[in-house]
């Protein structure tokens, strides 16, 4: 894998331990936004871009988070132990969108994006210091063609009229 470019956007208020946000674009075709880096414990950190669990309300469907204690809905108490836990008997509230699949894949992200992160806090101290927008990036839909619909073997013989 080869990380084609880094951006990085500093937080206003760095005495928090959200330090900045980052977009990574990888073989210079596919972007992941909002990588978060925290400052932690032992340093910072990457954290990849994640959306809440929720779950659905007993009585009338709709999809709650998961530290909701009523319904968004329709008012009706939630139980409060719906969300599993992980690891460290901690409930798990969300899931990544996009993550590394192996230890030494994230080590090699991480170390790329902290780079890039030192480099550009080393930049903000520069007079006339302007930041990098991470919404900028050329979508490449000017010259985009719809793709050719493949069928699968099964859709073929319902489409003729054959099978169930």
């Known amino acids: 894998m080869r990380i084609s470019e880094v951006r990085v956007k500093l937080v206003d208020n760095r005495s928090e331990k959200l330090q900045a946000f980052c977009t990574m674009t990888v073989e210079g075709e596919f972007v992941v936004r909002d990588i978060k880096i925290i400052d932690g414990a032992r340093g910072p950190f990457i954290a990849m871009p994640s959306r809440k669990l929720t779950d659905r309300c007993g009585r009338c469907g709709i999809k709650n988070h998961l530290r909701a204690k ?7 108490r939630l139980a409060s132990n719906r969300a599993k836990s992980d690891g460290r008997g901690r409930a798990r509230l969300h899931t ?4 590394p699949i ?3 894949c994230r080590q090699f992200m991480e170390q790329t994006i902290l780079e890039a992160f030192h480099a ?6 520069s007079p006339g210091y302007v930041a990098p927008d991470l919404e900028d990036f ?3 839909y000017d010259d985009y063609e719809e793709p050719v619909r ?5 859709e073929k013989e319902r489409e003729a009229g054959h099978g169930a």
């Open 120 to 125: 550009e806090v080393e930049k903000a101290k």
């Open 150 to 154: 493949r069928t699968a073997p099964k």
């Open 70 to 76: 009523y319904c968004n809905e329709c008012g009706n």
């Open 138 to 140: 050329d979508d490449g």
């Open 96 to 99: 990544d969108i996009a993550h």
């Open 102 to 104: 192996n230890a030494n």
